[in-house]
């Protein structure tokens, strides 16, 4: 993304918009966190989170940047098929739905989606998931990041760093005073903004444009943004698809808040909370193909939606894109660097460095990860540009691409499936995520998901019909998670 040469948004409003709601994060971190007293507090936040709550966050969270973003880039370079191939992606929060509940079932007393792996398949594919899921964590933290600063930046010319810096600060400070407690219910009130915000763009577009003209321009300039038969937004639909299975359906920002939420709330919540994503890319995506009717000269593609709201609204569509896509960014960071921290402290400092660490010394180092993600995040994103692989936030997500889409199957045969094989997990992963990184630099970016997932697919169901190794459910619930973490072994049942 390149900045425009006049920013949409004064920077003195800007400031304002960005120190009122710093500090409305902030007090209602320390507010929300007041009553967290032990490291299951901080993580988990008692785990009974209500269905609104839990809803909301799981909603709120699935919308990044690239949601309130890239949606009007795709339908203004792929058309229909855009917009509506990004909003596939909620499917992998409705997908998820079911192995929420599943999960709360067999791990009630469970904290990471790295304790389902070190029970269920033992310690080399423990370490394997490991590294797969810290490389996709840190991927996106530095992605949200690298787009607070590049937005911010295009919106208000105040410069990349100076943006970055605030926007990851907020989030590690009310992340740090509050654990999961604040990070649900900022997502909350984010979800009611990032809702009414898109929602108030896109009518005001039709109102000002109206559908008719909107119809007409295309077809008289762009009219392959119409078809259905697009081929590259064909191929982009079924590579997004898997993109985001696999994104949420390994990672620990989804399974801890399926160990949060109370009983009986995690189907309905992941199923409610992909129902509201769904339409967000599609309303979001809508307000591009006003583009020729309002004749907007377009200098960067995923700038459009901020340009499509400021021709329309002028100064209050600006502070609508700002306000949004602050919420966006915020409850995308949060999540991650929350869930993050606990992967790090349960299943680095606890499961291999200090086994008898206490409650309280989980709790004292939850705390100091969260600061250390912060920083190595802000470095990174810091030089942004200078590695190949981190150039873009496009280049980054389609590279942790084959990574997650090798866990699906790993994950969903380790729930549902008795019989499957430790070593082909394993072997699932790491070839998965090997084989779908090769396709990417040596095809492209469109097929490292789909190479990820068929090869890990491949290895998990051949592996597994050749060598079964059966398993004891109970174990999973057996598992005292409060005692210190040892190299287990998967249990065969007897």
């Known amino acids: 993304m390149t900045a425009l040469e006049e920013p949409i948004l004064p920077t003195s409003v800007a400031w304002g918009l960005l120190a009122a709601f710093s500090i409305l994060w902030v007090a209602l971190g320390a507010w929300l966190g007041r009553r967290n007293y032990t490291a299951a507090d901080h993580m988990l936040a008692g785990r009974n989170v209500g269905l609104a709550l839990a809803s909301a966050t799981a909603m709120a ?100 760093r100076v943006g970055m810096t605030v926007i990851l600060t907020v989030c590690v400070i009310y992340t740090l005073l509050g654990g999961l407690r604040a990070v649900i219910g900022t997502d909350f009130i984010q979800t009611v903004i990032i809702i009414g915000g898109a929602a108030f763009l896109a009518w005001m577009t039709i109102d000002r444009v109206g559908f008719e003209a909107i119809h007409f321009d295309l077809m008289e300039e762009r009219p392959e943004l119409l078809s259905l038969l697009f081929p590259a937004a ?157 150039g873009s936030l496009a280049a980054l997500l389609y590279f942790t691409g084959a990574f997650v889409a090798s866990a699906i199957w790993p994950i969903v045969a380790g729930l549902y499936w008795r019989r499957a094989n430790p070593q082909a997990a394993a072997w699932a992963m790491l070839l998965g995520s090997g084989l779908g990184l090769a396709s990417y630099f040596m095809i492209g970016w469109y097929v490292a998901a789909l190479v990820g997932a068929a090869v890990s697919l491949v290895v998990m169901v051949a592996g597994t019909w050749l060598f079964p190794r059966p398993f004891d459910w109970d174990r999973l619930a057996r598992d005292d998670h409060d005692a210190p973490a040892g190299r287990d072994t998967p249990e065969v049942a007897t």
């Open 61 to 160: 969270t699935w919308v990044t940047a690239n949601t309130t973003m890239t949606a009007p880039q795709l339908a203004l370079e792929l058309g229909v098929w855009g917009m509506l191939g990004y909003s596939l992606g909620a499917l992998g929060l409705i997908l998820f739905a079911p192995l929420a509940r599943r999960i709360r079932e067999l791990m009630p007393h469970g904290f990471t989606s790295g304790d389902f792996i070190r029970l269920r398949y033992g310690t080399f594919t423990w370490r394997v998931f490991l590294g797969v899921s810290l490389i996709y964590a840190f991927g996106w933290l530095i992605s949200m990041a690298m787009a607070g600063g590049v937005l911010i930046n295009a919106l208000a010319g105040i410069d990349y």
């Open 234 to 390: 064909i191929m982009f639909l079924f590579n997004n698809l898997l993109f985001g299975v696999g994104e949420i359906f390994h990672s620990n920002v989804w399974w801890s808040r399926a160990f949060a939420f109370g009983r009986n709330v995690g189907f309905r919540a992941y199923l409610l909370g992909g129902l509201l994503w769904l339409p967000i890319p599609i309303v979001a995506g809508f307000v591009a193909l006003a583009t020729p009717a309002l004749g907007i000269n377009v200098p960067a593609a995923d700038m459009v939606g901020p340009l499509v709201a400021a021709e329309v609204l002028g100064l209050t569509g600006a502070i609508v894109v700002f306000i949004v896509v602050f919420a966006a960014l915020a409850s995308s960071l949060d999540s991650l660097l929350a869930a993050t921290s606990d992967l790090v402290t349960r299943d680095i400092y606890r499961g291999h460095i200090h086994p008898q660490a206490s409650q309280e010394a989980q709790l004292r180092a939850t705390k100091v990860i969260v600061v250390l993600l912060g920083l190595l995040t802000w470095l990174a994103a810091s030089y942004r540009g200078e590695v190949p692989v981190v």
